[in-house]
């Protein structure tokens, strides 16, 4: 990704959690509306993951949470409870049917796509 679009997504993400939203919001890239509010965290949200191949998006943040979401649904799929810590990243492993989240405390959990069950 050249430095541009990097600065672009930056100053989007940066725009989408100002003030540390606990609702994210997801834009409509042409008219730049939202078009869909991800309401279930309760505290602020940190990072999100998409997967293309699987229609996934996943968040994570401050209240130890995992939420996974279809981005066609109106609530998430599932909420996953396992961390014991702030999480501080995610990351979509698509190819090979896992998202990997990680927590403050240097916490490493890798989950499985299709049954959200902890490798």
Known sequence: MD???QKYKHQI???YFKDQELKPEIFDDYTKTPCKVLAGHNR??????????????VSVGFDFTVYVWNP?????????????????GVNCLPTLGQ?????????????NIRDYSCI
């Open 3 to 5: 430095d541009s679009k």
């Open 13 to 15: 993400l940066k725009d």
């Open 44 to 57: 602020a949200v940190r990072e999100l993951a998409y997967s293309k191949i699987h229609k996934i998006i």
């Open 72 to 88: 066609y649904l109106e609530n998430y799929i599932i909420k996953l409870d396992e961390h014991e810590n702030p999480l501080v």
């Open 99 to 111: 998202f990997v989240t990680a927590d403050s405390k240097g916490i490493v959990k890798v989950w």
